[in-house]
């Protein structure tokens, strides 16, 4: 069994930075891929960054990209996001998710295990 424990959400103006954090439970991600996905309200879950643990391979979402960027940090077992000028449509509730590959995936349903969520709110 996986926990992923997600931190680092709020509330910062337009154009602001946050920095989401996700820890995980397990000694060794070696052979697994993370991702962080974000949920609107009415909306469906998208992926909007993942990243394999054996290489560091990324993928950044289009809508985020230049302005959002995932990293990894292997002693720590944990993954972040660095979210930089951030827009209101940003709002969402982000999850962190692992799959137990480390070929990056798109869809949520590849993946295995899910945090609980943390949320960001974008005000203009």
């Known amino acids: 069994q996986v926990q992923l424990v997600e931190s680092g959400g709020g509330l910062v103006q337009a154009g602001g930075s946050l920095r989401l954090s996700c820890a995980g439970s397990?000694?060794?991600?070696?052979?697994?891929?993370m991702g962080w996905f974000r949920q609107a309200p009415g909306m469906e879950r998208g992926l909007v960054a993942a990243?394999?643990?054996?290489?560091?391979?990324?993928y950044v979402g289009d809508s985020v990209k230049g302005r959002f960027t995932i990293s990894k940090d292997s002693a720590k077992n944990t993954v972040y996001l660095q979210m930089n000028n951030l827009k209101p449509e940003d709002t969402a509730v982000y999850y962190c998710?692992?799959?137990?590959?480390?070929?990056?995936?798109?869809?949520?349903?590849?993946?295995?295990?899910w945090g609980q969520g943390t949320r960001v709110t974008v005000s203009s």
């Open positions: 998710a692992a799959r137990t590959s480390p070929l990056l995936n798109l869809w949520t349903s590849d993946y295995d295990y």
């Open positions: 397990r000694r060794n991600f070696s052979r697994f891929a």
């Open positions: 990243i394999s643990w054996v290489d560091g391979s990324s």
